[in-house]
């Protein structure tokens, strides 16, 4: 084997204190991992956000340097992105280093020109890449990555989309944790968490959306794993609260209609989260069936409260739709997450600070708000170029001369504020206890740590402060 130890790193050194996402795995790269198994000896998957000593960048370099001989990294999203420069930028010379994941396939260049240590960006799906990668095959011959030759950045040709029934499910004994709910360090409560991914590809085509196209513009058609294959996986699952990551777990309604009924057969005690869209309410067998099986919350992209902006998205219901759909799915005992994004092109202020009155109106219980988004294959690009008064930014950021980033952040905290009120959170708490969503052995753990909680959040951050600026600090060295 041209390889012996693999380390698979997710980079993020932010705790599970201040983030949700804290609470899943880094399946993307589990997945990776697991496709590498055979083609080195050994394989070790970090998690930084719960690594305690691993997060001295010390501590992790000595164990590189003394096992590892090639570095995996996976990086999805925007944020920590110098400090994780930072980090990676320390790593050995003499170990390939090759990095993914969504962020890196969107900022190749960037990536190359901030980490002088990076040999390979794998872009798009990794899961064939990395195998080639480490089977040592030559550079030129692999598809979808880009490296570097004498400073020069080579990129190869994309890899086509590979099929889904040949993505194995994740191997579970990589995992060094269990991912739960940990604030500030301390296990809240039993539960732990879990993704699923049934199905990839969404068979819609709202225009915004950052799912349905990857960052290479490739669009995956809507293909789904056997049920028989996705109830063998929940089976082997030990955690208590299973997401299913699909774009919407619904598409097939029969298909999910039968994974709800072998739940419920083979007596699966679990709670289930999931992506839908609004039009499950027209399957009211189907929501009988969701709510006997354990589903309990569901995420559904609602959007806008505008038909104008609706049209414009390509979102495929208007705002009277959505109106009947939740008359229907209120009726259900199940919590209602809704997805909204502000700073369309055209949209007011005043249309902006309408969706916390929509929200609240259709029965949602939750909210998240996004400013638009426009990625680079995103069919909204031309219309936002060419509207005059409209600027996109290298990262796929939309402002205008009338809304600048600054002044949509505060649009979006006076949306946040005006849905959020005590009322709205004691509405939320009471309709989780009606639910019965946490259990009473659940609940009785959370009060116990309430007041080593409050003690602990500040030292936490304090924390993280410090390792945030010492990362930063050695990036601007090493620039
Ligand atoms: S339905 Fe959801 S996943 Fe599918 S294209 Fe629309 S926003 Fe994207």
Redesign the pocket.
Known sequence: MKYKHALFLNPYIESTATSIMGLFPPTGLEYVATGAKGLVDKITLLDLRYERDFCDPDKLLDFIRKEIDIICVSIGWDRQFKEICGLLNLMPDNIPLVVGGYKATEQVEELFRACSKINIIVRGEGEETIKEVLKGLPLENILGISYKIDNKVIHNKNRPLQEVDAIATPDRNLRRYKYRLILNGINVTNSTFDTVLSARG?????K?????LNPLGQKRQYAARSVESVIKEIEQITANTVLFSD??FFTNIKRAEEICDLIIARKIKKRFIA?A?IEIARYPNLLSKMVQAGFKILLM?I?SPHDRILTELN??FDTDTIRKCFEVLKKYPIYYHGYFIYGNIGETEEEMLCISKFAKEISLDSITFQKLRIEKFSPLRKIAEETPGYHVTDRGELYSDTYSHAALKKIGRKIKFSFYTPTALLRILKKFMAMRFFSLSEVMSFISVIPRLLKGVIAREIEKNRLKDSLKRIFIKNT
């Open positions: 969404c068979p819609f085509n709202c915004f959306c950052t799912f349905s774009d919407n992506q869209r992209g959007e979102k495929g």
